[in-house]
């Protein structure tokens, strides 16, 4: 990890640590920064997180900067998500922003939001016809006349949905 991120998390003042030889089984919350070097098999609420390079989550991961090191399975919400080029990633991350160092593993989906600590819907639902605007419908019909152009038809009776 760079000097200048070590130093803030390990000098911040209320800074907590997991140690390396220490696994919680449960949540873990805290109005503070936190370093785990260990192991947390439950989700993680915090100020601003550094997973250490031998520690590892196995939840979700809800803070305002995230710094990971090690490994992670389960989802990232953070405003500020950076991932180290000795983590291993495996979920979703929610971010405005994230940085990424060549040889980090991340398996997931990455998606930008303004306000990724507040609660959103999944990016997978998709919103009734009713509540869709213009301009999605506009892209629907230009979606479907380009799938028919690649089908080679132009024939305005094929139905696409």
Same mark, same amino acid.
């Given at each position: 990890m760079p000097a200048d991120q070590q130093s803030?998390? @390990?000098?911040?003042?209320?800074?907590?640590?997991? %140690?390396?030889?220490?696994?919680? @089984?449960?949540?873990?919350?805290s109005n503070s920064p936190l370093h785990i070097d260990g192991r947390v098999h439950g989700d993680v609420q915090c100020a601003s997180l550094v997973l250490g390079e031998n520690s590892e989550i196995e939840g979700n991961v809800v803070a305002e900067d995230v710094v990971i090191c090690g490994r992670l399975i389960g989802s990232v919400r953070g405003v500020r998500v950076i991932l180290q080029s000795s983590c291993h990633v495996e979920g979703d991350l929610l971010h405005a922003s994230l940085a990424m160092e060549r040889g980090a593993y991340f398996e997931g989906k990455s998606r930008r939001?303004?306000?990724?600590?507040?609660?959103?819907?999944?990016?997978?639902?998709?919103?009734?016809?009713?509540?869709? %605007?213009p301009a999605d419908s506009a892209r629907e019909k230009t979606s479907k006349a380009f799938i028919r152009s690649l089908n080679g038809s132009n024939n305005a009776d094929d139905h696409i949905d």
């Open positions: 803030r998390s @390990d000098n911040s003042p209320g800074t907590s640590t997991i %140690g390396e030889g220490l696994v919680i @089984d449960g949540n873990v919350t939001s303004k306000d990724p600590l507040a609660v959103e819907p999944p990016a997978y639902e998709k919103p009734a016809a009713d509540e869709r %605007g």
